[in-house]
């Protein structure tokens, strides 16, 4: 594959989720419009000037990082995780729907979806390519098998072969867990700012090297199966006051939700009500009827 299959905002949702089943990868560009990435830019710059470099060749000795985009850009960040491709192709991803005994009780349960990593990254001129990769690796996933991840790379400058476009091997989401990755096999996810890169976490991918005189920003997001334990501690990477503020459906993104059939419950209950109520309040409600708590 000589490149990315590149879309637009008006690419139909099926479409995109065709192409990442078969590719691992897709390009939509214009994700963001200018505002949004000029706000973004605004509010990530100064953290990412003072972030010191990694001393980790894996992150990059040359590259600098910056988490906790949702305290740091709330408004900005909301309209990255909602954008209808981006959160619904991980909904039809990976929200698939399984099944158990309870007793003679044949129960199917949808597992939810959760914000698990946010990360600005600045890759300064020098920096050097960095090693190929599995995302999903961070929860020891096995392949080939159904996805866990669904991951976004957002260009907050232009994407080029010179500056470390990131790299991708198309198709490598389908390899099993034997076959190692090369750079011979990548392909650089070439883009205008304001796009982004989507892959699940099974393809090997990584920063590609900057051999030019200015920086490539950009800023990356994960949604992960609601079950695993999220990557970037969400409950202290964002304050309640933060989350207090943010829409209700990325507020259960970040985590103030239950994964069916009850991971992350409260007293038994649905922890979004926390927002809301105290936990003594919380513990003198009815429980519900799942069968598990």
């Given at each position: 594959?000589?490149?990315?299959?590149?879309?637009?905002?008006?690419?139909?949702?099926?479409?995109?989720?065709?192409?990442?089943?078969?590719?691992?990868?897709?390009?939509?560009?214009?994700?963001?419009?200018?505002?949004?990435?000029?706000?973004?830019?605004?509010?990530?710059?100064?953290?990412l000037?003072?972030?010191?470099?990694?001393?980790?060749?894996?992150?990059?000795?040359?590259?600098?990082?910056?988490?906790?985009?949702?305290?740091?850009?709330?408004?900005?960040?909301?309209?990255?995780?909602?954008?209808?491709?981006?959160?619904g192709?991980?909904?039809?991803?990976?929200?698939?729907?399984?099944?158990?005994?309870?007793?003679?009780?044949?129960?199917?349960?949808?597992?939810?979806?959760?914000?698990?990593?946010?990360?600005?990254?600045?890759?300064?001129?020098?920096?050097?390519?960095?090693?190929?990769?599995?995302?999903?690796?961070?929860?020891?996933?096995?392949?080939?098998?159904?996805?866990?991840?669904?991951?976004?790379?957002?260009?907050?400058?232009?994407?080029?072969?010179?500056?470390?476009?990131?790299?991708?091997?198309?198709?490598?989401?389908?390899?099993?867990?034997?076959?190692a990755?090369?750079?011979?096999?990548?392909?650089?996810?070439?883009?205008?700012?304001?796009?982004?890169?989507?892959?699940?976490?099974?393809?090997?991918?990584?920063?590609?090297?900057?051999?030019?005189?200015?920086?490539?920003?950009?800023?990356?997001?994960?949604?992960?199966?609601?079950?695993?334990?999220?990557?970037?501690?969400?409950y202290l990477?964002?304050?309640?006051?933060?989350v207090?503020?943010?829409?209700?459906?990325?507020?259960?993104?970040?985590?103030w939700?239950?994964?069916?059939?009850?991971?992350?419950?409260?007293?038994?209950?649905?922890?979004?009500?926390?927002?809301?109520?105290?936990?003594?309040?919380?513990?003198?409600?009815?429980?519900?009827?799942?069968?598990?708590?």
């Amino acid at each position: 594959m000589a490149e990315l299959t590149h879309v637009n905002p008006a690419t139909s949702l099926d479409e995109v989720v065709e192409i990442l089943e078969r590719d691992g990868a897709v390009i939509v560009e214009n994700f963001v419009d200018s505002e949004t990435l000029a706000a973004l830019r605004a509010d990530l710059e100064l953290g990412l000037e003072a972030a010191g470099y990694s001393e980790s060749g894996y992150d990059g000795k040359k590259t600098k990082r910056l988490s906790s985009l949702f305290q740091r850009s709330p408004r900005q960040m909301t309209s990255v995780v909602l954008q209808p491709q981006f959160l619904g192709a991980a909904r039809r991803l990976l929200q698939q729907t399984t099944h158990m005994w309870i007793g003679k009780l044949r129960m199917e349960v949808t597992p939810s979806i959760q914000i698990s990593f946010t990360q600005a990254i600045r890759i300064d001129p020098g920096q050097g390519r960095q090693p190929l990769h599995r995302d999903d690796a961070m929860h020891l996933w096995r392949h080939p098998g159904p996805p866990c991840r669904l991951q976004l790379m957002l260009a907050m400058t232009d994407f080029t072969r010179a500056n470390g476009a990131t790299l991708v091997i198309p198709g490598s989401h389908q390899w099993d867990d034997e076959r190692a990755p090369a750079y011979a096999e990548a392909v650089p996810a070439v883009m205008p700012a304001g796009s982004a890169l989507l892959w699940p976490g099974g393809v090997y991918h990584g920063g590609g090297a900057n051999t030019t005189d200015s920086p490539r920003y950009s800023l990356s997001v994960a949604l992960d199966l609601g079950n695993l334990r999220q990557e970037e501690n969400q409950y202290l990477a964002v304050s309640r006051e933060t989350v207090l503020t943010l829409p209700e459906e990325v507020q259960r993104l970040l985590g103030w939700d239950r994964c069916p059939p009850g991971l992350g419950q409260v007293e038994t209950q649905d922890p979004h009500l926390l927002l809301e109520q105290s936990q003594q309040e919380l513990a003198t409600r009815p429980r519900g009827a799942n069968p598990l708590t």
